[in-house]
């Protein structure tokens, strides 16, 4: 009986776990407003800047989206290569660089929320 109970929480976490696991995605869709992390590279330590951005509803990997934000009093219109899309449950990472192992060094990262997978 204890070994069920054991079995049954297990199987219990590895699904709670797998449901919340972060996931890739070709389109998704937005409320028009995230978060842009702009990664500061160095020698030995990364540093990075959290700005408040305006995204496109609706944005699909490979796309260069126009983003928009405040910085010193002044509007500034940017463009963001979307190199990757993570998403886990209603949060999803605009990346503007893909992750590989060759390359260790990180891009900004732009983080939406709410959002939904469109495909």
């Known amino acids: 009986m204890k070994g069920l109970l054991l079995t049954m929480l297990?199987?219990?976490?590895?699904?709670?776990f797998g449901a919340n696991a972060e996931?890739?995605?070709?389109?998704?869709?937005?409320?028009g407003t995230a978060e842009l992390e702009i990664v500061h590279d160095f020698f030995i330590v990364s540093t990075s800047t959290k700005i408040k951005v305006q995204v496109?509803?609706?944005?699909?990997?490979?796309?260069l989206i126009s983003i928009r934000y405040m910085k010193d009093g002044h509007v500034i219109d940017a463009t963001f290569p979307v190199a990757q899309i993570n998403i886990r449950n209603d949060l999803c990472w605009l990346h503007s660089k893909g992750h590989s192992a060759l390359d260790p060094s990180l891009g900004d990262t732009?983080?939406?929320q709410p959002c939904r997978r469109l495909q």
């Open 23 to 31: 996931e890739s995605a070709q389109t998704v869709g937005t409320a």
């Open 56 to 63: 496109p509803q609706y944005v699909a990997l490979g796309q």
């Open 110 to 112: 732009i983080y939406v």
């Open 10 to 16: 297990l199987c219990s976490a590895l699904l709670s």
